[in-house]
């Protein structure tokens, strides 16, 4: 088992930036691709930005330029900078892990979720 913990989240203004954290913990064999997703009130969760093992990257482009996915191989923890928020940012952010064990077993993970509020 994998346990995803984030952290990070809050209220913040217009134009402000917040840094989201999310640590993998557990039985961890291989973290393949890591990925923020978020879900706002009434609509379905998105996918916002990906990371795979080797450091690629991609970005759901109403983030692209404002925010930047990175991760931490040795500390199993990926980030998400967000800069330049917008209200239309406001969500409950997700960490996605990829995992596989061993013997090649895939097993999806997810965390509990950040809210973010992006108000005056």
């Known amino acids: 088992q994998v346990q995803l913990v984030e952290s990070g989240g809050g209220l913040v203004q217009p134009g402000g930036s917040l840094r989201l954290a999310c640590a993998a913990s557990?039985?961890?064999?291989?973290?393949?691709?890591m990925a923020w997703y978020r879900q706002a009130p009434g609509k379905q969760r998105e996918l916002v930005a990906t990371i795979s093992g080797s450091g690629s990257t991609n970005y759901a482009d109403s983030v692209k330029g404002r925010f930047t996915i990175s991760r931490d191989n040795a500390k199993n923890t990926v980030y998400l900078q967000m800069n330049s928020l917008k209200p239309e940012d406001t969500a409950v952010y997700y960490c996605?892990?990829?995992?596989?064990?061993?013997?090649?077993?895939?097993?999806?993970?997810w965390g509990q979720g950040t809210q973010v509020t992006v108000s005056s």
């Open positions: 557990g039985s961890i064999f291989v973290i393949n691709t």
């Open positions: 996605y892990a990829d995992h596989r064990t061993w013997d090649f077993r895939k097993f999806d993970y």
